[in-house]
């Protein structure tokens, strides 16, 4: 069974300028998460989507936005580039069961550089 | 609002040895899951081993095994018999056992693995 896939892998863009990424969930999981992990703040929550809803959102400026389609696959968008943004985007998987625990597994990541 | 605290920036041990990894959390919920993840140079996120708080069993995964003391709000992470191969970041994580997928977590415990 294929793994959470993100593309790109790696991108650079340059300060003002957009960016979206993508992310491609295990087949047959419905619910997507965005983190962001940088050097100095660690791995923060940036939001969650199930069945192409958003159920959660982390403490973020409105320059990042997702969405989810009907496929499941998740994308994330960033807008006005800040050298802040600078950082691993994570995106994790899951299956969600009603009720209890439901494994995420997390996909390798797209490595962001803004100059 | 649930915050995660890894005290520990950097550990090392030498293989064959063991190493006890420390976490603290906070939390007013009742109902919530604790997991520490592994996330080696090649940067894919990996679970080691979870916690459910409703249980009062240890959890055990192979040469893995927490301690978790819930009222003190403390979960450390052993590994046995270490191996170079365990040579990672570690992150304990918190998870609200209330329809969400979101981790929040620890600012990470680099451990080396020394021959």
């Known amino acids: 069974k294929a793994g959470v896939t993100q593309t790109p892998r790696y991108l650079i863009k340059t300060r003002g300028q957009q960016v979206t990424l993508s992310c491609s969930p295990i087949?047959?999981?419905?619910?997507v998460s965005w983190y962001q992990q940088t050097p100095g703040q660690g791995l923060q929550f940036l939001f969650e989507?199930?069945?192409?809803?958003?159920?959660n959102k982390g403490n973020f400026p409105g320059r990042f936005s997702g969405r989810q389609f009907s496929n499941s696959r998740s994308e994330m968008n960033v807008s006005t580039l800040e050298l802040g943004d600078s950082a691993l985007y994570l995106c994790?998987?899951?299956?969600?069961?009603?009720?209890?625990?439901?494994?995420?597994?997390f996909g390798p990541g797209t490595r962001l550089t803004v100059l | 609002a649930q915050t995660v605290t890894q005290s520990q920036p950097e550990m090392s041990v030498q293989e064959a040895e063991t190493v006890t990894l420390s976490c603290t959390y906070d939390?007013?919920?009742?109902?919530?899951?604790l997991f520490w993840y592994k996330q080696p140079p090649s940067r894919q996120m990996i679970l080691v081993i979870r916690?459910?708080?409703?249980?009062?069993q240890n959890a055990t995964e192979n040469r893995f095994s927490v301690n978790f003391q819930k009222a003190a709000k403390s979960f450390s992470l052993k590994i046995s018999d270490s191996q170079l191969g365990d040579a990672a970041m570690y992150f304990c994580?918190?998870?609200?056992?209330?329809?969400?997928?979101?981790?929040?977590f620890g600012t990470g415990t680099r451990l080396q693995v020394f021959p």
């Open positions: 994790a998987s899951s299956l969600p069961t009603s009720g209890g625990y439901n494994e995420q597994f």
């Open positions: 087949s047959g999981h419905r619910s």
């Open positions: 989507y199930f069945s192409e809803t958003q159920r």
């Open positions: 939390t007013s919920e009742s109902d919530y899951y």
């Open positions: 916690q459910e708080a409703y249980k009062q």
């Open positions: 994580a918190y998870r609200s056992g209330y329809n969400t997928d979101k981790l929040i």
